[in-house]
């Protein structure tokens, strides 16, 4: 079993940057795939971005993801934010070898950090 607990979040300005923590229990990350997702209301769960197993480190536009094997956490660094970036994130983990879109094929959760970007 592996537990994860998020951390980080708030309320930010336009073009701030900011970082979520995902610090996970009972194994080590490094052999799981770890992504961010986010959801606003009504709406399903999209992925921002992810980070396959045993690497360090991962960028997609505006977002980085990156690993700390010491401290078995996954970071989420978010710049220049928007206020469309406004909404719950999620870190997950999944045992597959590569970033999926697809919610179903993730095994463990975070429980969620609300993000909102003012203006």
């Known amino acids: 079993q592996v537990q994860l607990v998020q951390s980080g979040g708030g309320l930010v300005q336009a073009g701030d940057s900011l970082e979520l923590v995902c610090t996970a229990s009972g194994r080590t990350l490094m052999s799981y795939t770890i992504a961010w997702f986010r959801q606003t209301p009504g709406k399903e769960r999209e992925l921002v971005g992810g980070i396959r197993p045993y690497l360090g480190r991962s960028v997609k536009d505006r977002f980085t993801v990156s690993r700390d094997t010491a401290k078995n956490t996954v970071t989420l660094r978010m710049n220049s934010l928007k206020p469309e970036d406004t909404a719950v994130y999620y870190c997950?983990?999944?045992?597959?070898?590569?970033?999926?879109?697809?919610?179903?094929?993730?095994?463990?959760w975070g429980q969620g950090t609300q993000v909102t970007v003012s203006s």
């Open positions: 997950a983990a999944s045992r597959f070898s590569s970033v999926a879109t697809r919610t179903d094929e993730y095994d463990y």
